[in-house]
């Protein structure tokens, strides 16, 4: 009878303990993803992080394994409203091709919108597989995995219906998905740099500004070259 009836308590103390983690991980990423919108991701330090959450950055160490970490999760945020801009755009039409384009061109919205979400997309990117894994737990690897592959699945969705209707030619959808993300997020910085090199005469540079509007035509115009492709 005694151990039934202490059962639940600790059951309930468990549960609370669990509760007050999750939400303490969450503030903790809030916090972090304020500072990138505010001050870029290189300029976040865990220092303000945990003063902005008003504790000591120890406590941060005790829910992440670390910077990566903490950063990866921040990352996983973005990735999820991306996700979700992405799949508007999908489902406002049925044709591959204006499908492809309005991707790409939520692709472009967001990320200007959200120039930390560049950064920390790319931070994490230049991180070797294996060196990220020994810094960051399997459990966020999992949940980066899944943002990542949340947003490329809507990209591959639209790409494999339009080799199926013939309007794009590829043999590996997920490949060219995976190909227009990681080249989008490099394109992505020359929108915001807004400066374009070139060679007024041999050895001599010339600067000049390139527009939002001419990235993201650009990055429209690569990927349904890409797609389209040349039949086989």
Request: glycine share 8%; proline share 3%.
């Amino acid at each position: 009878m005694s151990s039934e009836s202490s059962s639940p308590s600790v059951t309930g103390r468990g549960g609370t303990a669990a509760a007050r983690r999750r939400l303490r991980e969450a503030e903790i990423i809030a916090a972090t993803r304020r500072l990138f919108d505010e001050r870029g991701v290189r300029d976040a330090q865990i220092e303000d992080i945990a003063q902005a959450v008003g504790i000591n950055r120890a406590i941060i160490y005790r829910h992440f394994t670390g910077k990566e970490e903490l950063f990866s999760l921040t990352l996983v945020q973005y990735l999820d409203e991306l996700r979700l801009a992405l799949q508007e755009a999908a489902d406002s039409t049925d044709e591959p091709r204006a499908q492809l384009v309005r991707l790409v061109e939520a692709f472009v919205a967001y990320g200007l919108a959200h120039p930390a979400f560049v950064d920390c997309a790319q931070s994490i990117m230049r991180r070797p597989g294996g060196d990220l894994l020994q810094e960051v737990s399997e459990s966020a690897m999992y949940r980066l995995g899944q943002a990542i592959g949340g947003c490329l699945s809507v990209l591959t969705d639209t790409i494999q219906a339009g080799a199926a209707s013939g309007d794009f030619h590829v043999e590996d959808p997920a490949l060219l998905a995976n190909m227009l993300y990681a080249s989008g997020l490099g394109t992505l910085q020359l929108g915001r740099v807004a400066m374009l090199v070139s060679e007024e005469a041999p050895g001599v540079p010339r600067i000049s500004r390139v527009t939002a509007e001419q990235v993201r035509d650009h990055m429209v115009a690569t990927a349904l070259a890409v797609a389209i492709g040349t039949p086989r």
